[in-house]
């Protein structure tokens, strides 16, 4: 292990803490690209967006096959693995505040939450080092003839690609699943979302052998070089749709493994009996989740029509109570928006359902700072049902149904299946219905909180990916049985 980080560049008001980590070697990414990143508070230029050289890529996947070749991680000790996870989760909860103050500087999201998930994800790697020291991997089982090993084991190197909403938490959960594998791992920031790269690489390099976990930096050409390159044994994604079919067909042209996590227009179905101040007062904090910007974040209230009036006006009250502000305010409840490409974005969606007859109804007050602000927005969504793609801002369509039947219709007419919710007084009803919900994982009476003493596990249905979410589901993609007896 190397125990210090060596930088073959200085870090300038244009690179910030920009970092590519290569053999054990960090540095600025070599290239500029021709997009500029901005600060969300203000929209003030921060620098071009980055990109490593094809050279620095090379290196790359070199060092990544020779790693795996030569079982540099996964021919250690189980010990010596779990020790070295264990020393990586202090380095980067050492590190917690400068990972979350860079991933709020490029999502917008308030600094005190993105410094709370990051130190949760942190805490969280306890469990992989427990996973490695409880044997995953090998299992010996008792025959007729003698004892038969079943193997887990890597299938090589992994390609990592981080989306820009949370990217120091999404780093920490792929590297933690990928050390419980024995896979080296490549990642990817996005280009919108780099500044985590610095202080995350210092906390790789303190504990972890050169090569196990690099980073390289770009946009699609680096993206697409990782995932058609024959070293790269299996690719992660988690983005966007549109990213996540780019990344399959290049994949299925190897027969790649691909784990894609990708976008969800998650529905919250209320049934008759829920409350509708009960509803509102979960799904509020979920809608403003990361500013909106949440996967599983609720994005779809379908409500029974002789009761939308109460769950408006709930919603109203709730919104209009809002702090709007920037991002390092720790009184702010909703943040910027990451940038300003996806600002207009959501704008324009907001726009088409106005057109298409909707009532858009805009929240609270923006601050007048130049930053990528969106007011929070509740649109009444029945008179364009066929708009279904998904809003990744602080934006809530509300739906209406008459009946049980027609409310899981509406509930499931899109195409993603990432998460869902049932709200009811009857909670063995809401059960019922919630299996009825094509989603992986369904939550009752609840959005941000869930069952903490059970193993929860669902797959991504419809366009939300391919692949399974839920605790060790990563190393179990990650690796492939072989049985030898």
């Known amino acids: 292990m190397t125990g210090t980080v060596q930088t073959t560049d200085q870090p300038t008001a244009h690179t910030g803490t920009v970092r590519e980590l290569v053999a054990g070697t960090a540095g600025v990414p070599g290239r500029e690209l021709a997009t500029v990143l901005t600060d969300p508070d203000t929209g003030a230029a921060l620098g071009p967006q980055r990109a490593s050289t094809p050279d620095s890529v090379e290196r790359a996947l070199a060092t990544a096959r020779a790693v795996h ?141 050169d090569g196990v976990v690099q980073i390289v930096h770009g946009d699609r050409e ?131 359902f106005a057109a298409r007859g909707c009532e858009v109804h805009r929240h609270g007050t923006v601050p007048d700072s130049g930053g990528h602000f969106a007011a929070p927005a509740v649109v009444l969504a029945d008179a364009a049902p066929d708009l279904t793609d998904e809003v990744f801002g602080p934006v809530l369509l509300l739906r209406t149904y008459r009946d049980t039947d027609e409310a899981v219709a509406v509930a499931n007419d899109h195409p993603y299946g990432l998460s869902g919710y049932v709200f009811s007084a009857d909670r063995d009803a809401a059960r019922v219905i919630g299996r009825r919900l094509r989603a992986g994982t369904v939550t009752v009476n609840s959005v941000l909180a869930g069952p903490a003493d059970v193993t929860r596990v669902g797959s991504l249905w419809g366009v939300s990916g391919s692949g399974r979410m839920g605790a060790g589901q990563g190393a179990e993609f990650l690796t492939g049985y072989r049985s030898v007896g």
Request: aromatic residues 4%; contains cysteine; proline residues 8%.
């Open 69 to 209: 070749e030569d079982g540099t991680w996964s021919a250690l000790p189980a010990a010596e693995r779990a020790a070295a996870v264990r020393v990586l989760a202090a380095e980067l909860t050492a590190r917690a505040d400068a990972l979350g103050r860079a991933d709020s500087l490029d999502s917008g999201a308030p600094q005190g939450l993105t410094t709370l998930l990051v130190s949760a994800v942190a805490g969280g790697m306890e469990g992989a080092a427990a996973r490695i020291e409880n044997g995953f991997g090998h299992v010996e089982q008792a025959s007729a003839v003698g004892t038969v090993d079943q193997w887990q084991l890597p299938w090589g190197p992994a390609a990592v690609f981080l989306p820009w909403n949370a990217p120091s938490v999404t780093a920490i959960t792929k590297t933690a699943e990928a050390l419980v594998a024995g896979a080296p791992v490549l990642i990817k920031p996005s280009e919108w979302a780099p500044h985590f790269s610095g202080p995350f690489a210092e906390a790789v390099a303190a504990a972890l052998p």
């Open 222 to 352: 680096v993206g697409a070089a990782l995932v058609a390159d024959p070293r790269v044994a299996a690719v992660v994604y988690v983005g966007g749709v549109e990213g996540g079919r780019a990344v399959a067909q290049a994949c299925a042209r190897d027969l790649k493994p691909a784990d894609l996590e990708l976008s969800g227009n998650n529905p919250v179905l209320a049934l008759p009996d829920a409350d509708p101040r009960t509803v509102v007062e979960q799904l509020v904090p979920g809608m403003l989740m990361l500013n909106g910007q949440w996967c599983a974040g609720p994005r779809r209230l379908v409500v029974p029509a002789d009761r939308a009036a109460d769950y408006r006006t709930a919603l109203a009250e709730a919104l209009d109570a809002v702090a709007i502000g920037p991002s390092t305010d720790p009184a702010t409840g909703l943040g910027p928006l990451a940038h300003e490409p996806h600002r207009r974005r959501i704008e324009e969606q907001l726009a088409e």
